[in-house]
Nanobody, 124 residues
Framework: QVQLVESGGGLVQAGGSLRLSCAAS????????MGWFRQAPGKEREWIAA????????YYADSVKGRFTISRDNAKNTLYLQMNSLKPEDTAVYLC?????????????????WGQGTQVTVSS
């Protein structure tokens, strides 16, 4: 069955960096666009980045543009999120998801499989 497993979260000071990974299995990873979302306590889930199946086209939410970079390695069935210049407001559970509905990358309804998430905490 389809599985998405995130890793790489942790506690980091403001201004620091983290690299998240999302290992995919149970399907042909290279055929699907992928996305990253995050959810902070008491807030709605927020889309933050997406990448097309080839890895050539990337999209970002304004809140992370210029600080975060999404990438993928189709040979390793793995999605990444490089997070730099982290801020306390980036604190959240980060989830990867498989895109399966047209080109609406910023909407959760366009994704059909989700990982369990990895916690990122940024201290001030």
């Amino acid at each position: 069955q389809v599985q998405l497993v995130e890793s790489g979260g942790g506690l980091v000071q403001a201004g620091g960096s983290l690299r998240l990974s999302c290992a995919a299995s149970g399907y042909t990873f290279s055929r699907y666009a992928m996305g990253w979302f995050r959810q902070a306590p008491g807030k709605e889930r927020e889309w933050i980045a997406a990448v097309t199946w080839s890895g050539l086209v990337k999209y970002y939410a304004d809140s992370v543009k210029g600080r975060f970079t999404i990438s993928r390695d189709n040979a390793k069935n793995t999605l990444y999120l490089q997070m730099n210049s982290l801020k306390p407001e980036d604190t959240a559970v980060y989830l990867c998801a498989r895109h399966n509905s047209g080109s609406t990358y910023g909407e959760g309804a366009a994704y059909d499989r989700w990982g369990q998430g990895t916690q990122v905490t940024v201290s001030s």
